[in-house]
């Protein structure tokens, strides 16, 4: 069964620095996302992707995030400075277009900054 | 206001015993729920979704839109059954989830 895939699954990071997560979407999916989990708290929705261009983003996607799908393979979240808070989980998932369809998500990256 | 509530962190039950995880939701639209499952750190897996009406695992869940509730239900847990269980409310236009808090199940021999 195919599978949305992360990678790394682990990213250490100083304060400050800019960080790419990657995640690689089941191959005929259309819609993709970014979520987040603070460690102890809810998984939250951070930005939707469909036809090359952001969708619906979240009051936590601020400019210092920003997403891309570079070669049509790939799907990326990038964050430009990161702040201690940005330590959290962050998983991809993706979906078909056709109605009722149910997202299918990656393993995570777990992002810890320093 | 687009919600879903959970309430139980920690649900424990003994092997054998029935199992009830909670779910409520608030949405204007008409709701897609589902509910997904997150064993030990690994990724979230769709366990039901509520159009399929289909039972998982010995799982069941129905939507009860009077009481705006999605509950999920077992009637014999298995200890293979600890896990983490999120219910989500997919939204229209973007399909976006919203998440519960999740409920851990532990099931004790």
């Known amino acids: 069964e195919p599978e949305v895939t992360q990678t790394p699954s682990h990213q250490v990071t100083q304060m400050g620095q800019e960080v790419i997560l990657r995640c690689v979407p089941i191959?005929?999916?259309?819609?993709f996302y970014w979520y987040r989990q603070i460690l102890g708290q809810k998984v939250e929705f951070l930005v939707s992707f469909y036809n090359n261009e952001i969708s619906e983003k979240s009051e936590i996607f601020d400019d210092q995030f920003s997403v891309e799908r570079p070669d049509g393979s790939n799907f990326t979240l990038k964050i430009r400075s990161t702040k201690l808070e940005d330590s959290a989980m962050y998983f991809c998932?993706?979906?078909?277009?056709?109605?009722?369809?149910?997202?299918?998500f990656g393993d995570g990256t777990r992002l810890s900054i320093l | 206001a687009q919600r879903v509530t959970q309430p139980e962190k920690l649900l424990s039950v003994f092997k054998g015993a029935p199992v009830e995880l909670k779910c409520n939701y608030s949405?204007?639209?008409?709701?897609?729920l589902f509910w997904y499952v997150q064993y030990s750190r690994q990724r979230l897996q769709l366990l039901l979704r509520?159009?399929s009406r289909e039972s998982i695992k010995g799982f069941t869940a129905d939507l009860n839109k009077g009481e705006t509730s999605f509950h999920l239900k077992k009637p014999f847990a298995q200890e293979e059954d600890s896990a983490m269980y999120y219910c989500?409310?997919?939204?229209?236009?973007?399909?976006?989830?919203?998440f519960g808090t999740g409920t851990r199940l532990k099931v004790l021999a």
């Open positions: 191959s005929n999916h259309l819609y």
């Open positions: 509520h159009i």
């Open positions: 998932a993706s979906r078909l277009r056709r109605d009722n369809q149910p997202q299918h």
């Open positions: 989500a409310l997919q939204t229209s236009g973007t399909y976006k989830y919203i």
């Open positions: 949405y204007s639209g008409s709701p897609e």
